[in-house]
């Protein structure tokens, strides 16, 4: 679709909606199966100005459910990485063993990017959010809903943090944790560095994806 076909309305909400984009902090999904939670996600993400997705798809290929994402998934870059995926059915109560390629991938091309990768895990000592640097780019890693990550995604990560636990239940869902996290660490980053905005080439080619959608 041309620029010229947007309504000046819609424009306003593009340039309002860009305005509040940022790549200093970016989600990392780890073999998502549940589309609503996978849509969830994604909502979150496009609420809070989070402009990257990153998805590993090692056993699961990721679904997102069209009634609960609504059109955030249009609205967000999404990267995909399927190196070790292999298209067939696996359980998901079998704990994954060993490298998982997908998550490897991902691993690199975020690292590469200047990301600091932070696995979502209550296992082992954890870095408190309020700790954390703002100075850094940071993309968080959450993995499946049974398992979480895999283990070599937690041991390769640069650090691991976990969300405070006060009653019986062992984890929150993965869609919650994420909203949690995020919703954070964006108030922080707004309040604490200056420099989270997207430069203006980053603007402009975002501005030319965004043009294509007309409602």
Same mark, same amino acid.
């Given at each position: ?27 990392? &999904? ?23 997705? $990153?998805?590993? @798809?090692?056993?699961? +290929?990721? $679904? +997102? ?9 249009? *609205?967000? !870059? ?10 067939? =059915? ?17 691993? +690199? ?6 990301? !600091? ?11 408190? &959010? ?6 850094? =780019?940071?993309?968080?890693? /959450?993995?499946? @809903? $049974?398992?979480? &990550?895999?283990? *070599? ?6 650090? !691991?943090?976990? &969300?405070?636990? /006060?009653?019986? !239940? ?15 660490? +964006?108030?922080? /980053? ?5 420099? *989270? ?7 402009? @080619?975002? *501005? ?5 959608? =007309?409602?």
């Amino acid at each position: 679709m041309s620029e010229d076909f947007l309504t000046e309305r819609r424009r306003e909400r593009m340039r309002r909606a860009l305005e509040n984009r940022t790549r200093r902090l970016t989600i990392l &999904l780890e073999d998502i199966y549940d589309p609503l939670n996978a849509s969830a996600v994604l909502r979150t993400c496009d609420g809070l100005g989070i402009q990257d997705i $990153h998805i590993a @798809e090692n056993r699961h +290929a990721f $679904h +997102a459910h069209s009634k609960v994402a609504g059109r955030a998934a249009a *609205w967000l !870059t999404i990267h995909r990485y399927c190196s070790g995926y292999t298209n067939t =059915k696996t359980d998901f109560r079998i704990k994954p063993e060993g490298v998982q390629s997908s998550t490897a991938e991902a691993f +690199a091309a975020l690292k590469n990017a200047g990301y !600091t990768i932070l696995a979502t895990s209550p296992r082992g000592q954890s870095t408190p &959010l309020k700790n954390l640097d703002m100075s850094k =780019k940071y993309a968080i890693a /959450l993995g499946s @809903e $049974h398992w979480g &990550l895999s283990d *070599w995604a937690i041991e390769n990560a640069d650090a !691991t943090v976990a &969300l405070p636990m /006060l009653g019986f !239940t062992e984890s929150y869902n993965i869609s919650v944790t994420a909203a949690m996290v995020l919703f954070y660490l +964006a108030e922080r /980053l707004r309040s604490e560095n200056s420099d *989270w905005k997207l430069s203006a080439i980053e603007s402009q @080619e975002i *501005w030319r994806e965004w043009s294509r959608f =007309k409602k």
